[in-house]
């Protein structure tokens, strides 16, 4: 027993030491990249250093799994070759380790994030960096000279705790004790590799904010975690700047009126609000009657779409202007370590305050994260609200008293503010409070009573308001984040799936009216910096509704296809050619494909379409999703 427990203790030394390090690495990359951090201060770096550790771990333990294998083995502690071979084995794998981490040293001064599993596209399927390898040495020899002395640390460590080891027990003995306590040690590295026992593993994008977020991370674990990922491929469909003709993601500010700074912003996403539950937007009666008398009072989008099917779609899209192109919902994707901006990190630049809430527990979807990337200074879940006698029992807390708890937070909050919130009652299995019981109708699909709930839910929300100092200086959007069950046909097809509310209201605006429109989630974003005349360039996927000199489109995925909205027209195009084309106006069961048949339509949605995905392929690739 004692010889596996030295073997034990002996293992986590050599763990130890390569932790040690794996934290010089970030050290060598924080000194080479020193003018990017510089105005951090010191406490985001010191925690950038201390919460990499979790990712340092997680990647050691997966990169050196070969090593922890053999180490369990009693004769590569007991003869002199079979010795060797687990040094080789610790030295050459750490040497990998450190590698990619010294690459990217020099490599995020042009890329701004850590490199992800496409590198080696770059390395085995060009030639490139046969081409400029040798002048990369020469360049950055000091990063060359750093991976030997880390090589060298590694091999002089792994010696210095060899004594360690004695031998006190039979063969037979060795090895029943090594398996037991390979497996004991397997099931603690499997928590290791995942980052702790909470519920979702270790994401990219736990790394924190934009500015540390490459600090904290590590460059082999960005590799692994981003292996088998598809993500988008680069596509030419125009050469030069020719498709910026027909679309660009760069939005420049008119520069016509001062920006306001008068004025709050408040993001309220429904989730699951499909357009057929809400009456105003339909000639029958929906299961919102308090949405349907605010929409009398608002500005009004009723060509409206969302950009995706899921709440990990949604929210990017309605905050950050960013949809979701691709077969992995940004906040998972390869991408997620971009540099973004969004509604709050756009006006905080203003002085603007910024929160996002959502009742669910903190780390549900990642919104937590994905929250603080996208600049929000602050962030209020289940945790934050600390009062489970609301828990539904499933997602989180009920929306009546979570956006209570909102509004009350807003309060205490310094204006002028952005304040975004995501509701779950809505959801599967749609809770509803045990004191409403008996009070709102069962309706036609389960979702309905939850609807009809959060729907009450927001007019407490809004009579709460009413009564602050900030409601009449503010801006309020409600949207959904995707749509849900759907009991009439249309709202079943690729059109109406995809058909969300727009609602803006703002006493202070006077915001009134209603517009056909083709308008989408990311919409939301430009339309509110439109409204405080923003006067910054900036990066949005989608348009102002009120700017008269765009194209008006709607694009996102659906069914494995590329897919554009505009006009009365839906084109879904799978990268190479048009499949579907239909006039939904005229056809709403969309009976009636178009395809070939309507060659000046289908051109005009195809150019529009390929410069999209152009372009959103392109800035993801190349991390241009921010004006840098």
């Known amino acids: 027993m004692r010889f596996v427990?030295?073997?034990?203790?002996?293992?986590?030394?050599?763990?130890?030491?390569?932790?040690?390090?794996?934290?010089?690495?970030?050290?060598?990359?924080?000194?080479?990249?020193?003018?990017?951090y510089y105005k951090v201060p010191r406490t985001e770096v010191a925690e950038a250093f201390l919460f990499g550790l979790r990712f340092d771990l997680s990647a050691m333990l997966i990169c050196l799994s070969p090593f922890i294998v053999l180490h369990f083995?009693?004769?590569?502690?007991?003869?002199?070759?079979?010795?060797?071979?687990?040094?080789?084995?610790?030295?050459?794998?750490?040497?990998?380790?450190?590698?990619?981490?010294?690459?990217?040293?020099?490599?995020?001064?042009?890329?701004?994030?850590?490199?992800t599993a496409d590198i080696f596209k770059l390395v085995f399927v060009s030639n490139d960096m046969a081409?400029?390898?040798?002048?990369?040495?020469?360049?950055?020899?000091?990063?060359?000279?750093?991976?030997?002395?880390?090589?060298?640390?590694?091999?002089?460590?792994?010696?210095?705790?060899?004594?360690?080891?004695?031998?006190?027990?039979?063969?037979?003995?060795?090895?029943?004790?090594?398996?037991?306590?390979?497996?004991?040690?397997?099931?603690?590295?499997?928590?290791?590799?995942?980052?702790?026992?909470?519920?979702?593993?270790?994401?990219?994008?736990?790394?924190?904010?934009?500015?540390?977020?490459?600090?904290?991370?590590?460059?082999?674990?960005?590799?692994?975690?981003?292996?088998?990922?598809?993500?988008?491929?680069?596509?030419n469909y125009f050469p030069g700047k020719t498709g910026e003709y027909f679309f660009t993601a760069v939005t420049k500010p008119k520069e016509t009126e001062p920006f306001r700074s008068d004025l709050n912003v408040v993001v309220i996403i429904v989730e699951s609000?499909?357009?057929?539950?809400?009456?105003?937007?339909?000639?029958?009666?929906?299961?919102?009657?308090?949405?349907?008398?605010?929409?009398?009072?608002?500005?009004?989008f009723t060509n409206a779409y969302a950009n995706g099917k899921k709440s990990?779609?949604?929210?990017?899209?309605?905050?950050?202007?960013?949809?979701?192109?691709?077969?992995?919902?940004?906040?998972?994707?390869k991408y997620n370590g971009n540099q973004i901006n969004s509604i709050a990190s756009l006006l905080k630049k203003k002085g603007y305050s910024t929160a996002f809430y959502h009742g669910a527990k903190n780390g549900s979807m990642a919104f937590n994260a994905f929250a603080e990337k996208a600049g929000f200074e602050n962030y209020y879940g289940r945790n934050e609200y600390n009062n489970d006698t609301h828990y539904d029992g499933n997602w989180g807390i009920y929306d009546e008293e979570f956006l209570h708890y909102f509004a009350n937070g807003l309060s205490n909050t310094k204006q002028p503010f952005v304040?975004?919130?995501?509701?779950?009652?809505?959801?599967?299995?749609?809770?509803?409070?045990?004191?409403?019981?008996?009070?709102?109708?069962?309706?036609?699909?389960?979702?309905?009573?939850?609807?009809?709930?959060?729907?009450?839910?927001?007019?407490?929300f809004f009579a709460t308001a009413s009564k602050t100092d900030w409601f009449n200086k503010t801006i309020f959007v409600i949207t959904a984040d995707h749509t849900s069950l759907a009991l009439r046909p249309f709202y079943q097809n690729c059109v109406g799936a995809m058909s969300v509310p727009i609602i803006m209201y703002s006493p202070a605006l006077n915001?009134?009216?209603?517009?056909?429109?083709?308008?989408?989630?990311?919409?939301?974003?430009?339309?509110?910096?439109?409204?405080?005349?923003?006067?910054?360039?900036?990066?949005?996927?989608?348009k102002s509704p009120f700017d008269s000199t765009v194209t008006h489109s709607a694009f996102t995925r659906y069914d494995q296809l590329y897919q554009i909205i505009e006009e009365n027209h839906v084109l879904q195009f799978d990268g190479d050619k048009?499949?579907?084309?239909?006039?939904?106006?005229?056809?709403?069961?969309?009976?009636?494909?178009?395809?070939?048949?309507?060659?000046?339509?289908?051109?005009?949605?195809e150019n529009r379409l390929k410069a999209f995905i152009q372009d959103y392929n392109h800035r993801l690739i190349n991390n241009m999703t921010e004006i840098k």
């Open 511 to 542: 915001l009134k009216g209603k517009s056909n429109v083709v308008t989408q989630q990311t919409d939301i974003m430009p339309a509110i910096l439109d409204l405080l005349n923003y006067d910054e360039p900036y990066i949005a996927f989608g």
């Open 312 to 333: 990990i779609e949604g929210v990017p899209a309605v905050l950050a202007s960013l949809p979701t192109l691709m077969h992995d919902p940004f906040i998972t994707s």
């Open 578 to 605: 048009t499949i579907n084309l239909y006039n939904f106006k005229n056809d709403s069961m969309l009976t009636n494909n178009l395809a070939g048949r309507n060659s000046g339509k289908q051109l005009q949605l």
């Open 273 to 300: 609000l499909s357009k057929e539950y809400v009456g105003y937007l339909n000639s029958f009666k929906g299961y919102t009657p308090f949405l349907d008398s605010l929409c009398a009072e608002s500005f009004v």
């Open 5 to 36: 427990l030295n073997t034990v203790w002996l293992l986590l030394l050599r763990l130890l030491a390569g932790m040690v390090l794996l934290t010089l690495c970030r050290f060598l990359f924080l000194l080479n990249n020193f003018d990017f």
């Open 73 to 115: 083995i009693p004769v590569f502690h007991q003869q002199p070759k079979p010795k060797k071979v687990l040094q080789y084995f610790y030295v050459l794998l750490l040497t990998l380790m450190f590698f990619f981490n010294l690459v990217d040293t020099v490599y995020f001064k042009f890329t701004f994030t850590r490199s």
């Open 131 to 235: 081409i400029v390898g040798p002048s990369i040495i020469i360049d950055f020899w000091y990063i060359v000279a750093g991976w030997m002395m880390l090589i060298y640390l590694s091999y002089k460590l792994f010696l210095k705790t060899e004594k360690l080891i004695k031998q006190t027990e039979g063969a037979t003995r060795q090895y029943i004790y090594s398996i037991v306590f390979l497996l004991l040690f397997t099931a603690c590295s499997v928590i290791g590799i995942r980052g702790g026992l909470q519920y979702k593993p270790l994401n990219m994008l736990d790394a924190g904010g934009q500015q540390t977020s490459a600090l904290t991370l590590n460059t082999p674990y960005t590799l692994i975690n981003t292996a088998g990922m598809t993500g988008v491929k680069s596509v």
């Open 419 to 460: 304040g975004a919130l995501f509701t779950l009652s809505s959801h599967h299995p749609y809770p509803i409070p045990d004191k409403y019981k008996g009070k709102f109708p069962e309706g036609e699909l389960p979702i309905h009573k939850s609807v009809l709930y959060t729907d009450y839910a927001l007019k407490q």
